[in-house]
């Protein structure tokens, strides 16, 4: 789960990590009122959950409280495009007013799970304020990384020895290795996937604070935090995903033409996988795990069909928990409650799939049966050509 930048720095700054002054507005006077209190110089930001807010045109420095409002007319109501948002853009509800510093340099400090160590990894680097993708395709060399080990947590010497990679200067060796500290504190503590702070300033006077910071909480644990359900903000995300959420579903839009339904993220990446391999694009990733009911099925139909854009459907089941031939019930059963338009490959392999792929056959909707992935993959893109 995402969530915005003033209510990522209001977490953080719980666990002591140094994080400019600053409110967040949604309305003109409002952000007047806050760069009064700030003494008038501030930056204007757009809160979206997306990044390259800057080149897009939503944030802006500003030397007076008449500024400020200025900008803030400006940035709020806006469709703000980034990289990150697509073509469509994202509309700006809020924005966040924060002190003007002294800047001396712009840093990265970074906190995600690598998967291939099984381990936490804290990346930094010098190249603060760029986006660490092309700092990592360009200059691999400049991003230093720490791996932690689960069992002791990040250690001060793992800390200094990033800090003293940054070339900071001495008396702020020992600021930066508190900062690491705390933020990964944080980031245990609240089950983060995600902590970015890009970037991260040295101020004139030696201090270090988070100018920006994204944080992002891994879905699976946060059971364990029932109070960040209110830092959900649903107007920042595919409707198509509110719905598939409300029924247990896994969906995540993307921006092709050929929609999936499969169980299992692994065969879903596959399916995705062989369908580019064959020349089209997936139209979304969607799991519908490991019971597909004909309840299930048809909501799932439903929500791939609203997508406009698919020409056609592949069902890529595989039958380990569930039987083939109880799947293929539910999905003639889900279709006769949802009227699909568009073309229906089907594959199912394991228990019962000789009875599944009969009863396909002898069904009075018009499905195309495959025989394997290969061959779905080739019958779902030519009939989505």
Request: with cysteine; aromatic share 4%; proline share 4%.
């Amino acid at each position: 789960m995402k969530i915005h930048e003033y209510q990522a720095k209001e977490i953080l700054s719980r666990y002591g990590v140094p994080v400019p002054r600053g409110k967040v507005a949604a309305g003109v006077d409002e952000a007047e009122a806050i760069a009064r209190e700030l003494g008038g110089a501030c930056v204007v930001k757009a809160q979206i959950h997306a990044g390259g807010r800057g080149k897009g045109g939503g944030v802006k420095l500003v030397k007076s409280p008449q500024e400020a409002r200025g900008a803030a007319q400006a940035i709020l109501g806006m469709q703000l495009v980034t990289p990150q948002t697509g073509p469509a853009g994202q509309k700006v509800k809020r924005v966040l007013v924060e002190q003007g510093m002294a800047i001396a340099r712009e840093l990265y400090l970074g906190m995600l799970v690598d998967r291939a160590r099984n381990a936490l990894v804290v990346m930094a680097s010098e190249a603060g304020g760029m986006e660490i993708e092309e700092v990592a395709a360009a200059t691999p060399e400049k991003i230093l990384k720490e791996y932690v080990d689960p069992a002791v947590g990040l250690r001060p010497f793992q800390t200094m020895r990033l800090a003293y990679g940054l070339h900071l200067p001495a008396e702020s060796v020992r600021k930066a290795s508190s900062f690491m500290l705390q933020l990964y504190r944080a980031f245990v503590d609240m089950d983060l996937s995600l902590a970015e702070i890009n970037p991260l300033v040295l101020t004139k006077d030696g201090n270090l604070l988070a100018l920006d910071a994204k944080v992002n909480f891994d879905d699976n644990a946060l059971f364990r935090h029932p109070e960040t359900k209110e830092l959900r903000d649903l107007d920042e995300e595919d409707p198509r995903e509110i719905e598939a959420s409300k029924y247990g579903l896994s969906y995540i839009k993307l921006d092709g033409t050929v929609g999936c339904m499969v169980n299992g993220a692994g065969l879903a990446m596959a399916t995705m996988d062989i369908i580019k391999h064959f020349g089209a694009e997936p139209a979304n990733f969607l799991d519908v795990g490991g019971g597909a009911s004909s309840e299930t099925v048809a909501n799932a139909f439903r929500i791939i069909i609203s997508d406009e854009r698919v020409k056609a459907v592949l069902i890529n089941i595989f039958g380990g928990i569930v039987r083939c031939d109880r799947v293929a019930q539910g999905i003639i059963e889900a279709l006769q409650k949802v009227q699909v338009e568009v073309p229906v490959v089907v594959r199912l392999e394991g228990t019962n799939a000789t009875e599944a792929a009969k009863l396909l056959q002898e069904s009075p909707l018009n499905f195309r049966v495959a025989t394997g992935l290969s061959d779905a993959a080739q019958k779902v893109v030519a009939a989505s050509a």
